[in-house]
Every structure is written in structure tokens, then in C-alpha cells.
């Protein structure tokens, strides 16, 4: 059986193809490197959320201590005992 030649318009729409795969490729490639970057940014976020909970629950234990139970009005500055 003999090669055949290709036309140019079927050799363009190849080579379009082709270019749009590649297009493709790269934009799932750039996807996935901006998906670690958000998982990266997600960790150190979580991190200090965590951090954040243990200096809330000492400072809470500290006003605790100091003031016993009761609660805080910012507004006022003022700790207001809870009654038992």
C-alpha cells in the first residue's frame, strides 16, 4: 500500500489539535501546581488556627484563675462573675 499525502487543511486541523492538547496539558499542569500552593497556604492556615485555640484556652484558663468563672464584656472592661 502507498503513503498518501495529506491535504493542507487536514495537516492544519492535525496540528490545531495538537496544539490545543498541548494547551491542555499546560493548563492541567498549571492547575495542579496552584492546587499545592492552596494545600501549602490550607497547612500553614490550619497550623495557626490550632495555635490560636491553645493561646485562647490559656488565656481563658488565666482569666479563670485570676477572676474565677464568669464572663467578659469588652465593651465595658468588665469581668462579671457567673452566679451559682
Known amino acids: 500500500m502507498e503513503n498518501t499525502k495529506l ?3 487536514e ?7 495538537q496544539k490545543e492538547n498541548q494547551a491542555v496539558a499546560q ?3 498549571s492547575l495542579e501546581i496552584t492546587k499545592l500552593q ?5 497547612e500553614e492556615v ?3 488556627f490550632n495555635e490560636l485555640k491553645t493561646k485562647e484556652q ?3 484558663k ?3 484563675e485570676k477572676y474565677g468563672v464568669g464572663t ?6 468588665e469581668f462579671i462573675p457567673t452566679s451559682i
Open 46 to 48: 490550619v497550623k495557626y
Open 62 to 64: 488565666f482569666f479563670q
Open 11 to 17: 495537516i492544519e486541523q492535525l496540528q490545531e489539535l
Open 7 to 9: 491535504t493542507i487543511e
Open 58 to 60: 490559656e488565656t481563658g
Open 38 to 42: 492552596i494545600e501549602a497556604r490550607r
Open 27 to 29: 493548563e492541567l499542569g
Open 72 to 77: 467578659i464584656d469588652l465593651d465595658k472592661g
